[in-house]
């Protein structure tokens, strides 16, 4: 059974980032896909994209893409999301989620999320 | 980007009735579909993948059917547990995209 589990949450000014972390338990983080999915405030889930470290490929949303990076360590067994440019419709819980085939297909497990407050 | 759209939007209903929830997808996604349930104030649950595989663990009464672009999920008779909303999502395409969600209210 993996667990993830999730750093806490983040006051952020707009243009600044933040980096999110998500730590496994049970399971070797390099082994499977992770994927970063948020939810804004009221609503519903929005895919920013994945990795699959034994392949060494990322796969970002293309309204992510120059502002996203996605990554894993190994030593630690964590994975991290970091969102540059930060504006107000940031504002989310940020969840990552594994993927037990490592193909980011469908997602066995999730964090309990990382709430990310953008205000000035 | 390959839309997902669910219907209806919330659904109001009773323990012991059957419950359905569509998926329509904007082009063919074959069978690469997958639906959770999120609580209020948790991370979503996987429930079915592949269109119609139930996730060890989870109840009998819950069921998956479809392929191409219309799918359903069934409640084949519904439980107090059961409240929360219900994604599906599929992942024939990326980037991976969700349905907007149906409520279910109990």
């Known amino acids: 059974q993996v667990q993830l589990v999730q750093s806490g949450a983040e006051v952020k000014k707009p243009a600044s980032s933040v980096k999110v972390s998500c730590k496994a338990s049970?399971?070797?983080?390099?082994?499977?896909?992770i994927s970063w999915v948020r939810q804004a405030p009221g609503q519903g889930l929005e895919w920013m994209g994945g990795?699959?470290?034994?392949?060494?490929?990322?796969n970002y949303a293309q309204r992510f893409q120059g502002r996203v990076t996605m990554t894993t360590d190994e030593s630690t067994n964590t994975a991290y999301m970091e969102l540059s440019s930060l504006r107000s419709e940031d504002t989310a819980i940020y969840y990552c989620?594994?993927?037990?085939?490592?193909?980011?297909?469908?997602?066995?497990?999730w964090g309990q999320g990382t709430l990310v407050t953008v205000s000035s | 980007d390959i839309q997902m759209t669910q219907s209806p939007s919330t659904l109001s209903a009773s323990v012991g009735d059957r419950v359905t929830i569509t998926c329509r997808a904007s082009?063919?996604?074959?069978?690469?579909l997958a639906w959770y349930q999120q609580k209020p104030g948790k991370a979503p649950n996987l429930l079915i993948y592949?269109?119609?595989s139930l996730v060890s663990g989870v109840p009998s009464r819950f069921s998956g059917s479809g392929s191409g672009t219309e799918f359903t999920l069934t409640i084949s008779s519904l439980q107090p547990d059961d409240y929360g909303t219900y994604y599906c999502?599929?992942?024939?395409?990326?980037?991976?995209?969700f349905g907007q969600g149906t409520k279910v209210e109990i």
């Open positions: 989620a594994l993927d037990l085939s490592a193909e980011n297909i469908y997602f066995d497990y």
């Open positions: 049970g399971g070797t983080v390099n082994n499977f896909g």
């Open positions: 990795i699959i470290p034994l392949l060494g490929t990322a």
């Open positions: 082009q063919s996604i074959s069978r690469w």
């Open positions: 592949k269109a119609s």
């Open positions: 999502q599929q992942y024939n395409g990326y980037p991976r995209t």
